[in-house]
């Protein structure tokens, strides 16, 4: 079936550790997101990736890297220099050639600190 | 101003009773309003969409009403489910072009229907 893969479900993070979330499509889609929820939050963007090779910092991209250097792929890092990472992370895709097409979304990783 | 202004938090119905969602924006360059239905640790899923040309649209037991004068719009939910006890977020979509077609989310509205 076509969708969208995060994982691992659940991920510790110890103080000054980098520690990467990993989201595969399988959709074709062009565009991928990067999403942090918190309750009472909504979703803020962190990243997102029209095309391969280019990425642009959402709202709240401090402290957080991604790459994109394959269609399917686009892994998030969460750096040390995140103070406070604990949140609910989804990724999302969409198809840029179909203007009602809404965006798809992963499962979420919930990234704690330990 | 890129923002959209979601109420109520959270809702309270009885079962077969009707559930109303609202949102707010500004921006009157969005293009594409959707609304996600989110159950307890997984992603939003598309629940129903509307463009600003409609003022309605009904699926099922969902209706999105539409007033684009206004800059607001609202979910209903008609004889309300247990089953529909979910967190609900309204969203915009930033047209294609320079800005990319990003959505802008409100922060959610949880629901709860009691049996």
């Known amino acids: 079936d076509g969708g969208i893969t995060q994982s691992p479900k659940y991920l510790f993070r110890k103080e000054g550790q980098n520690v990467t979330l990993s989201c595969e499509q399988n959709l074709n889609h062009d565009a991928m997101y990067w999403y942090r929820q918190d309750p009472g939050q909504g979703l803020r963007l962190i990243y997102y990736s029209q095309i391969v090779n280019d990425f642009q910092k959402g709202d709240i991209a401090e402290g957080y890297s991604v790459s994109r250097e394959k269609k399917e792929s686009f892994p998030l890092t969460v750096t040390s220099a995140q103070k406070n990472p604990t949140a609910f992370y989804l990724c999302a895709s969409s198809s840029r050639r179909a203007s009602n097409q809404p965006q798809h979304f992963g499962d979420g990783t919930r990234l704690s600190i330990l | 101003q890129q923002q959209v202004k979601q109420s109520p938090q959270s809702l309270i119905v009885q079962k077969g009773?009707?559930?109303?969602?609202?949102?707010?924006?500004?921006?009157?360059?969005?293009?594409?309003?959707?609304?996600?239905?989110?159950?307890?640790?997984?992603?939003?899923?598309?629940?129903?969409?509307?463009?600003?040309?409609?003022?309605?649209?009904?699926?099922?037991?969902?209706?999105?009403?539409?007033?684009?004068?206004?800059?607001?719009?609202?979910?209903?939910?008609?004889?309300?489910?247990?089953?529909?006890?979910?967190?609900?977020?309204?969203?915009?979509?930033?047209?294609?072009?320079?800005?990319?077609g990003n959505l802008i989310f409100g922060k959610g509205t949880k629901l709860s229907v009691k049996p």
């Open chain 2, 17 to 100: 009773g009707i559930s109303i969602i609202n949102c707010a924006y500004e921006n009157t360059a969005f293009d594409y309003f959707p609304w996600y239905q989110q159950f307890p640790g997984k992603g939003p899923a598309l629940l129903i969409a509307i463009r600003p040309d409609v003022s309605e649209k009904k699926e099922g037991r969902f209706t999105i009403s539409f007033n684009k004068s206004a800059k607001q719009f609202s979910l209903h939910i008609m004889d309300s489910q247990p089953g529909d006890s979910a967190t609900y977020f309204c969203a915009a979509r930033i047209p294609y072009g320079g800005s990319q």
